[in-house]
């Protein structure tokens, strides 16, 4: 059994670490443009979001400020680190991290997250909610 908690704890957190990827790429301007469709196929149609601002963001938002954001970040890094399960169960988990962006105009901020993680009955593991909290003072 712990071993199956510890495989599902691996593929959530390089879940994390992959989407991470793929939106550096995206709004960064390296990915082509067929990649919108691989991209959004990681959210789950009941995804939902808390923003930096505060904002609720649904699957529909999402789909818009993405297919919207190819390349608007040119030079775009995401690092992704402090990666840890905080809690977990035999369809999905919870995942903490935080997320640092910088982009070519220097612009960087920081912040920690918390996402709600499914795994599908195929396997595929999406994003169900996330929620993203600013750091400040760093």
């Known amino acids: 059994?712990?071993?199956?908690?510890?495989?599902?704890s691996s593929a959530?957190?390089?879940e994390v670490i992959d989407a991470h990827i793929a939106i550096e790429q995206w709004l960064g301007g390296r990915a082509e443009?067929?990649?919108?469709?691989t991209l959004l196929a990681r959210f789950s149609p009941a995804f939902s979001m808390i923003a930096l601002?505060?904002?609720?963001?649904n699957r529909a938002?999402?789909?818009?400020?993405?297919?919207?954001?190819h390349?608007?970040?040119?030079?775009?890094?995401?690092v992704v680190d402090?990666?840890?399960?905080?809690a977990q169960w035999p369809t999905g988990g919870v995942v903490g991290y935080r997320e640092t962006q910088t982009d070519d105009e220097g612009?960087?901020?920081?912040?920690?997250?918390?996402?709600?993680?499914?795994?599908?009955?195929?396997?595929?593991?999406?994003?169900?909610?996330?929620?993203?909290?600013?750091?400040?003072?760093?």
């Open 71 to 78: 390349g608007k970040r040119p030079g775009l890094q995401i």
């Open 53 to 57: 601002s505060g904002a609720r963001v």
């Open 12 to 14: 959530l957190a390089q």
């Open 107 to 138: 612009c960087t901020t920081v912040r920690r997250s918390t996402a709600v993680l499914e795994r599908e009955a195929d396997g595929h593991i999406v994003w169900r909610h996330l929620h993203e909290t600013p750091v400040t003072g760093s």
């Open 82 to 86: 402090e990666v840890d399960t905080i």
């Open 33 to 37: 443009p067929s990649a919108l469709e």
């Open 61 to 69: 938002a999402l789909d818009a400020l993405f297919g919207q954001g």
């Open 1 to 8: 059994m712990s071993n199956h908690r510890s495989q599902l």
